[in-house]
């Protein structure tokens, strides 16, 4: 078994991810010849049900259904269609997931099915359970568009199985592209210009008890994913190649030590890489940029700490990488604070 997904392999189902789009596309009177063109795709493959998808077909998809409907709303739609949708057993293990934690833990690992061009990470600190955003096959204009629909998803899915709703936060990066439909989705609790894509829900909130709670149902739809899927890697290259990096900090890296990890060439890693629309430097900088973010703002170290961390000589080149990566200095980066913020 190969120990990523790539761009060109075939594992997203038409009927689950894809589906929704087709059947939004539909419900506004949309051609589906338009809305298919590019993606190789014919209306009587996509009926059989046994349709097995790239995720460059799925992005095609993506880009003919913003042409053709391209109101601010579509991916908040979308999400709320999302779930629980034509998942099987990838979705039951939520489904009858005893509270919030479990939920959250089960999404987790079914992602690969549920979430299959972007990858959600999860992380803990004392306050909050995290979710964060990432590419997962490839580096794609889409990644906004995506993020909204996800988080609309994630948060309509445990917002109706929680007997309370819980009090998410929204980080996002950069300023609101549409306030309104933030507000009206995500309501007041969102924080812009954040450089980071991620939710986070008190910790004292995670035993919320689910109203599908079913401990036996869980176990087996748990055990039934994983058996549909020990074949099939759970990460796209771009995303393990992330977590690579992120597993050897604080050690210093270069393409030609990730290679010989990969059992590669450095020659065959830098073609990969280019194929997923990226660079070594950029998946560098890319998770060094967030684990200064991260270590700024929720464990507020020093900067001689962080320089040291990422591997720089002084703190004079963190700052001018850091204004690289983000556009401002680290000194602008103010911690998180748990206190309620409006766009």
Not at 57 to 76: E, K
Not at 296 to 302: A, I, V
Request: one cysteine or more.
């Amino acid at each position: 078994m190969l120990a990523w997904i790539e761009r060109e392999e075939r594992y997203v189902p038409a009927h689950q991810f894809p589906a929704v789009i087709i059947e939004l596309a539909q419900s506004r009177n949309t051609d589906m010849d338009k809305l298919l063109r590019g993606t190789g795709v014919f209306w009587e493959d996509y009926l059989s049900g046994e349709l097995i998808l790239k995720p460059d077909q799925c992005l095609q998809l993506i880009t003919n259904l913003r042409r053709l409907l391209p109101g601010n709303d579509i991916p908040y739609l979308l999400g709320h269609r999302l779930y629980p949708g034509n998942f099987g057993a990838s979705i039951n293990p939520v489904w009858f997931a005893s509270h919030l934690s479990e939920a959250i833990d089960h999404f987790v690992l079914c992602q690969a099915s549920l979430s299959p061009l972007l990858h959600i990470r999860k992380s803990v600190d004392p306050d909050y359970l995290y979710l964060h955003w990432q590419n997962n096959i490839t580096d794609t204009e889409h990644f906004h568009f995506l993020l909204q629909l996800s988080m609309t998803a994630i948060t309509s899915l445990l917002n109706h199985l929680c007997e309370a709703e819980p009090s998410w936060d929204y980080l996002l990066p950069g300023p609101l592209d549409n306030e309104e439909q933030y507000q009206v989705n995500f309501g007041s609790r969102v924080f812009a210009n954040q450089h980071i894509a991620a939710m986070r829900v008190p910790r004292s909130q995670l035993s919320t008890a689910c109203r599908q709670a079913n401990v036996n149902n869980a176990v087996i739809a748990r055990n039934q994913f994983l058996a549909a899927w020990s074949q099939q890697p759970p990460l796209g290259f771009v995303a393990y190649i992330d977590q690579c990096i992120r597993t050897h900090l604080p050690h210093q890296l270069t393409l030609e030590v990730l290679a010989e990890q990969l059992c590669i060439s450095p020659a065959t890693l830098k073609r990969k890489l280019k194929k997923h629309d990226t660079r070594f430097q950029d998946r560098y900088d890319s998770v060094r940029k967030e684990l200064a973010i991260d270590w700024l703002t929720r464990q507020q170290l020093t900067y001689d700490e962080i320089a040291e961390r990422l591997h720089f000589h002084d703190i004079r080149n963190l700052r001018r990488a850091f204004k690289r990566w983000t556009g401002t200095l680290p000194s602008s980066i103010k911690p998180l604070s748990p206190a309620k913020t409006t766009p």
